[in-house]
Nanobody
């Protein structure tokens, strides 16, 4: 079992920044790809970003477009069993509940995942205009 606990969400004005954290406990954290999904009001849950166990491979939603490129950065610290999502230049459309996730699927395949092995409880991010 892996337990995931997110923190760092909140209310921020458009253009602001937040850093989400996800602390993992339980089974060996370092063997899992870690990532983030989000679910906005009235929307389906969608993939945001994923990072492999060593931190050398990352993958973002809309990997080859400008929608999120350069604004969101995922990272992990295996010594602290923690994964982070740095979010800059936030926009109102980024408003969502952000969920931490753990799965053994490689990061590049996360955009097609409908479910993962472990989910966190979610943290609310609200961006005001």
């Amino acid at each position: 079992q892996v337990q995931l606990v997110e923190s760092g969400g909140g209310l921020v004005q458009a253009g602001g920044s937040l850093r989400l954290s996800c602390a993992a406990s339980g089974r060996t954290f370092g063997f899992y790809t870690m990532g983030w999904f989000r679910q906005g009001p009235g929307k389906e849950r969608e993939f945001v970003a994923a990072i492999n166990w060593g931190g050398s491979v990352v993958y973002y939603r809309d990997h080859y477009t400008e929608a999120m490129k350069g604004r969101f950065t995922i990272s992990r610290d295996n010594a602290r069993n923690t994964v982070y999502l740095q979010m800059n230049n936030l926009k109102p459309e980024d408003t969502a509940v952000y969920y931490c996730a753990a799965d053994q699927t490689r990061p590049g395949a996360w955009s097609t995942l409908k479910n993962v092995e472990y989910w966190g409880q979610g943290t609310q991010v609200t961006v005001s205009s």
